[in-house]
């Protein structure tokens, strides 16, 4: 079975004045065998439009070549005319050597006549979808007849860009704003934000259709707790496509809160502190070589030091400065009291 060709009423046709309208146009279904001699005789009131001809898919801002499958020599020029429509609009016609442009296709299309009368048509709008057709008429006796038809399907894909994620900096103390957006794709998307493979709420999610490109933009934010460590992934689905964006976020190590840093060094100063004391006992204890009463002396006055530092390195919330002051009068006392017993051994 080759294809169907149908007749459509109250569409466009090309006459010898050029695109005109008919209305009323009665319409027939043909065979693939009877398509020549039906073209013949209707392609003087009607538009024929081939079902299940060539298709040709392109992105938005690219440029197409539409072949109309039809050479002409250079002599023929001045004679034949050639038109090319997309459904029921008039893109361009070649009548008697001239070329004639409808709006919308002014600087933008071409009619590559060597290579076999192609339709260029640059920087490709979603609009420009649609079934165009190709004529070619030859003069006879009474006017121009049908000397070929060729037909083509264009698609135009507006894939959307990879979404970008934008810091919008903090709603509060702890929680923080995020801003995913993408333009220039279509159909329609659907945007969500997943952690975890689950979805979670978003804020101010807004989609917006330019009117005169029909391409889609999509904004969304999303708020969250900065105390913990998050996975977010932006996904924006259109059609059968998808494409998205991952923002992580890694808490602070300041945000471990102040009681557990307190605990920390508590610690540490006091393991260091105790073992410090128990040094200088025993090393005091060793290098003592004066008479029994003054090393039993000097002992008691390093154990009393002890006893002081011992309580205060317990207290948790004693900043490190006050507790380097308290423990520096301590020992600072306790050389003075040295001095006096060195001074009073000696007299």
Same mark, same amino acid.
């Given at each position: 079975? =080759?294809p169907?060709?149908t007749?459509?009423?109250s569409?466009v046709w090309? +006459?010898n004045a050029g695109?005109e309208?008919?209305?009323?146009s009665?319409?027939?279904?043909?065979s693939?065998?009877?398509?020549?001699?039906a073209?013949?005789?209707?392609?003087?009131?009607t538009?024929?439009?081939?079902?299940? !001809?060539?298709?040709?898919?392109?992105?938005?801002?690219?440029?197409v070549?539409? &072949?109309c /499958?039809?050479?002409i020599?250079v002599?023929?020029?001045?004679?034949?005319?050639v038109?090319?429509?997309?459904?029921?609009?008039? @893109?361009?016609?070649?009548?008697? =050597?001239?070329? #004639?442009?409808?709006? !919308?296709?002014?600087?933008?299309?071409i009619?590559?006549?060597?290579n076999?009368l192609?339709?260029?048509?640059?920087?490709?709008?979603?609009t420009?979808? =649609?079934?165009?057709?190709?004529v070619?008429?030859?003069p006879? #006796?009474? !006017?121009?007849?049908? /000397?070929?038809l060729?037909?083509v399907?264009? +698609?135009?894909?507006?894939?959307?860009?990879?979404?970008?994620?934008?810091?919008?900096?903090?709603?509060?103390t702890?929680i923080?704003?995020?801003?995913? &957006?993408?333009s !220039? =794709?279509?159909?329609?998307?659907?945007?969500?934000?997943l952690?975890?493979?689950? /979805?979670?709420?978003?804020?101010?999610?807004t989609?917006?259709q330019?009117?005169?490109?029909e391409l889609?933009? @999509?904004?969304?934010?999303l708020?969250f707790?900065?105390?913990?460590?998050h996975s977010?992934?932006?996904?924006?689905?259109?059609?059968?496509?998808t494409?998205s964006?991952?923002?992580?976020?890694?808490?602070s190590?300041?945000q471990?809160g102040?009681?557990?840093?307190?605990?920390?060094f &508590?610690?540490?100063?006091?393991c260091?502190?105790?073992? *410090?004391v128990?040094l @200088?006992?025993?090393?005091?204890?060793?290098a003592?070589s &004066?008479? *029994?009463c003054i090393?039993?002396?000097?002992?008691?006055?390093?154990?009393?030091?002890a006893?002081?530092?011992l309580?205060?390195?317990?207290?948790?919330?004693?900043?490190?400065?006050?507790l380097?002051?308290?423990?520096?009068a301590?020992?600072?006392g306790?050389?003075?009291?040295?001095?006096?017993?060195d001074s009073r051994?000696?007299?």
């Open positions: 079975m =080759g169907t060709v007749m459509v009423p569409w090309f +006459s695109f309208s008919q209305k009323n009665p319409t027939k279904n043909l693939s065998a009877s398509i020549k001699d073209l013949g005789s209707w392609c003087s009131v538009t024929v439009i081939i079902r299940g !001809g060539r298709q040709v898919t392109k992105a938005v801002r690219e440029a070549i539409l &072949s /499958e039809y050479n020599s002599n023929e020029l001045e004679r034949i005319r038109y090319w429509q997309k459904d029921r609009q008039a @893109v361009l016609s070649l009548t008697f =050597g001239k070329t #004639k442009k409808w709006t !919308g296709y002014e600087n933008r299309t009619l590559d006549i060597p076999n192609s339709l260029v048509i640059l920087t490709l709008r979603l420009d979808r =649609g079934t165009y057709s190709c070619v008429q030859k006879e #006796k009474n !006017g121009f007849k049908m /000397e070929h060729s037909s399907m264009l +698609s135009i894909r507006a894939d959307f860009p990879a979404p970008s994620i934008t810091d919008l900096g903090n709603l509060s702890n923080k704003r995020i801003l995913c &957006s993408t !220039g =794709g279509f159909p329609k998307p659907h945007l969500s934000w952690e975890n493979g689950e /979805e979670t709420d978003a804020v101010n999610t989609i917006f330019d009117p005169q490109t889609f933009t @999509v904004r969304s934010e708020h707790n900065t105390t913990s460590n977010f992934k932006c996904l924006i689905k259109y059609g059968d496509a494409v964006e991952t923002f992580t976020w890694q808490k190590q300041q471990d102040p009681d557990n840093r307190n605990d920390q &508590s610690v540490s100063m006091t260091l502190s105790t073992a *410090a128990f @200088v006992i025993v090393f005091g204890a060793l003592c &004066s008479p *029994a090393c039993d002396d000097l002992f008691q006055k390093l154990l009393q030091t006893r002081t530092i309580p205060v390195l317990q207290d948790k919330t004693l900043p490190f400065r006050a380097h002051k308290q423990t520096s301590t020992l600072h306790h050389h003075s009291s040295s001095g006096d017993l051994t000696y007299k």
